[in-house]
């Protein structure tokens, strides 16, 4: 039987439906029931340090709940419904989630930095090991034996990598310091819940198998690249697992429209007629973390910036591509300036084709609201790209009518 065929325009209806695109948002005060909701569309949000405008994390549920209160994720964290592990990249993860990690953990840790330190100082694993033991939770910095000044991004001292290595085979976990986002390290029995750790521990197989179901659920429709992306799992091994998928009726092999491979329709996919949301989206939302499928599903080339020389940027230092019905259809080079209490678009992009008037009188409504979420008091509009011009006119207006 020949595969069913989905038009582009319906996988992207699809793919957005299951991130949560096509759930209304709330109209009245925002609490945990509605971080859970999101947590079940996306099933982990990706971590970013970077606070030129605000933390990625945070802009994922703005996307979806609009104005909410800030310490969601924090207040879910301490009260055990959220950890945090790499997974896609370092992320906020349901606690409930925890069992299909332990076969990472339990993996040989093949990091250079850790053998290294293990030869040099074998012993010094098992004292940092012993001091959280004794003394509590630590951040790096309390055990820093650095001597000089800190170099740039990567750059871990032996305190650093004892504990990232501690944190990647489960021994500890982390939660972030409010003022600075550093990591606090704590024993994982004395943070999660007893009952999230006694449940079984599943086997890698079926750990795998698991993830690529979620995977598949997430994305709603997705090719083998994009299930294991989701969860950072390898293809060979979830091949004949997707497989098992489709055998059971969870997986449906689907052609979509312009895909030169096969792609699987989860069974509890939906596709709405339309999407009508206009949302900023994260340079990490699961929407357009994967650059390969945002260019097939959305046909919007996308790449961060923010390591690029200021001299070749393109679009900017931070860049929101921006969700506009079912069609990424721009993109605003954003920054909060926090000492002038204004949210900054430096830059203001529309995408071929799409019409600059009204694309900006959707954006407007979006920005003002995201500045009042951040406790910033108005919206500055500056010159920078072809859309710039109407989006300061219709920001103005909206700020002079509403």
């Known amino acids: 039987m020949a595969p069913e065929r989905l038009s582009l325009a319906q996988a992207r209806r699809i793919a957005l439906a299951a991130q949560g695109f096509a759930d209304p948002r709330p109209t009245g005060r925002v609490d945990r029931r509605h971080l859970r909701r999101v947590m079940d569309r996306m099933g982990l949000i990706q971590i970013d340090s970077v606070n030129v405008l605000v933390r990625s994390q945070e802009l994922p549920l703005f996307a979806r709940l609009g104005p909410h209160p ?131 521990t599943p086997t890698e197989r079926d750990a795998r198998k698991e993830l690529l179901a979620m995977a598949a659920r997430h994305h709603g429709v997705a090719t083998l690249t994009d299930l294991t992306d989701y969860h950072r799992v390898k293809n060979e091994p979830s091949r004949p697992l997707v497989a098992e998928l489709v055998e059971e009726g969870v997986l449906r092999e689907v052609q979509v429209e312009g895909w030169a491979k096969p792609a699987y329709l989860h069974r509890d996919a939906t596709l709405p007629r339309w999407i009508r949301r206009t949302a900023l989206l994260s340079p990490f939302d699961p929407v357009c973390w994967n650059r390969d499928r945002t260019q097939r599903l959305f046909g919007f080339h996308y790449r961060i910036e923010i390591y690029t020389p200021a001299p070749k940027r393109v679009y900017g230092y931070y860049v929101l591509p921006v969700l506009w019905g079912d069609s990424l259809a721009g993109r605003l080079d954003m920054k909060a300036d926090r000492a002038g209490r204004l949210l900054l678009v430096q830059g203001a992009f529309a995408e071929p084709g799409v019409p600059a008037g009204p694309l900006a009188e959707a954006l407007a409504p979006e920005l003002h609201a995201m500045a009042g979420w951040l406790g910033l008091d108005d919206v500055s509009v500056g010159g920078h790209g072809d859309l710039a011009l109407a989006l300061r006119a219709a920001v103005g207006h909206y700020a002079r009518t509403r």
């Open 70 to 200: 800030r310490t969601l994720i924090a207040d879910a964290t301490a009260a055990g419904e959220l950890f945090e592990y790499w997974v896609h990249e370092a992320c906020h993860v349901p606690t409930h989630h925890h069992h299909l990690h332990r076969w990472q953990m339990a993996k040989e840790h093949k990091w250079r930095r850790y053998w290294d330190l293990h030869r040099r100082r074998p012993d010094y694993l098992d004292e940092v090991l012993r001091r959280i033991e004794m003394d509590g939770p630590v951040a790096a910095g309390d055990l820093s034996e650095r001597v000089g000044k800190k170099g740039q991004w990567w750059d871990w001292d032996d305190a650093k990598v004892a504990l990232e290595h501690h944190f990647w085979n489960g021994t500890v976990t982390a939660t972030r310091r409010a003022g600075d986002f550093a990591r606090i390290y704590d024993l994982t029995e004395r943070v999660l819940p007893a009952e999230v750790l006694a449940r079984p």
